[in-house]
């Protein structure tokens, strides 16, 4: 089930699974993210130390790479682009050759779909609006599966959402997990709890998909450092099939390299949209 609260411009966008929260969205009508967007792009400047090009869309901009469709274009070429990372941590957006004639100057052509629409593409069931205009902006698309409810967000759902802002998440066994994002990576510790009378194997094992799913809700991305509680070397690589398959029912499908020498588990999670620090600062 999907739902979708509106309050001025800001749409929250949650869908839950079995009645848990899996995924959660925060939707700005007047300043969206931009991803999905479609532009008229001019090539200003060629790279190959970067293997890329950077791409002006009208006063902002992005980067090409060549793997994206950019390989080959000269400077003042005019090429159709779309975004396929939106602008975040003081770097201009990613960009994607897209398959049409462009424009006459660089500039928007076309808006993406939003988060809602794209979580909707990938998610079966009904969606709950509180918001009789919403839904009327969103019926071509969506027909019956819409239907209003003022209490689209309920106490419950209002409360687990208001926990997100928090950098830190309550885990199963009474451990807890603090986070810290940074430019360059996100580090989560954990930690332990007091009075836990499992083994710290067992501890580990049982927090991991609660730690994903908290990764997933926040959208953690790029190099993600997970300093599991109390572990030796040679019983950290236990927690390796736990741990991958718990990030393979990620949409995005992160990827688990290994443990450091420090002994932090090391994920890589694709950069889309902002994270939600970013979004609620």
Known sequence: ??????????????????????????????????????????VEAVLPAMAGRFVEIGGVAGFLPDSAGGKG?????????????????GKGPRLAVENEEPGEKPGLLRRGDGPLLELVAR?????????????????????????????????VL??????????????????AMHITTAPAAVLIDIDAGAGSEVSQLALNTAIIPEICRQIVLRNLSGGILVDFAGMKPAARLRLAAPLSAALGRDFLKPAFLGFSHLGFAEIVRRRVRPGLHEVLR
């Open 1 to 42: 089930m999907i739902r979708a609260s509106r309050r001025g411009d800001v749409v929250r966008v949650a869908r839950l699974d079995g009645g848990v929260l899996s995924e959660f969205w925060i939707w700005d009508l007047a300043a969206p993210d931009g991803v999905g967007d479609v532009y008229t792009g001019r």
């Open 158 to 175: 209002e409360d687990e959402v208001a926990g997100l802002a928090e950098p830190c998440a309550p885990l199963p066994l009474g451990a």
């Open 73 to 89: 274009l000269s400077i003042g070429t005019y090429v159709a682009v779309r975004v396929s990372r939106s602008a975040q941590g």
């Open 123 to 155: 998610a079966a069931g009904e969606i709950l609006v509180d918001d009789y205009a919403l839904i009327a902006q969103l019926r071509p698309r969506l027909g019956e599966r819409l239907r209003y409810d003022a209490m689209a967000f309920d106490a």
